[in-house]
């Protein structure tokens, strides 16, 4: 469904109700790469993820964040994640908690070499998925230069 975010869904008698939810949205899905380039978190205990994908320059350009990694996922990608150092093309750099806010995200830059296979809503705006996503799988048989 290009360029539909999703539908939303009411019935035709009612009347918008200020503070109630009377309608329902469904948000088109789809999943896609990342490069996973942080976490917040800790390196061996990652919370949430932040993806990037590489510009045809060669610069690594954030693209999302994740929701909350569930307790498998971050089991299983404490092990083969690496921190990286200055060296990191996001090291220094800020980057906020959400959408309207100015509030610093506190994360740890990672080597950006594992890929990331998410679940994300189809609603990007300047390169970025404006809500978060959710992370699936490691995607082990892609290297970043894939995506």
Known sequence: MAG????????PGSRYRRGERGWLKLRTRMTTEGVIGAVTGTVHSPTSLLLGRFDPAGQLKLIARSTPLSRPAAAELGPVLRPAGQEHPWYGRRFSTGWGTTKPLVFQPVHPELVAEIDADTAVDQGTYRHPVRYLRLRDDMTTADI
């Open 4 to 11: 539909i975010e999703g539908v939303v869904i009411k019935d």
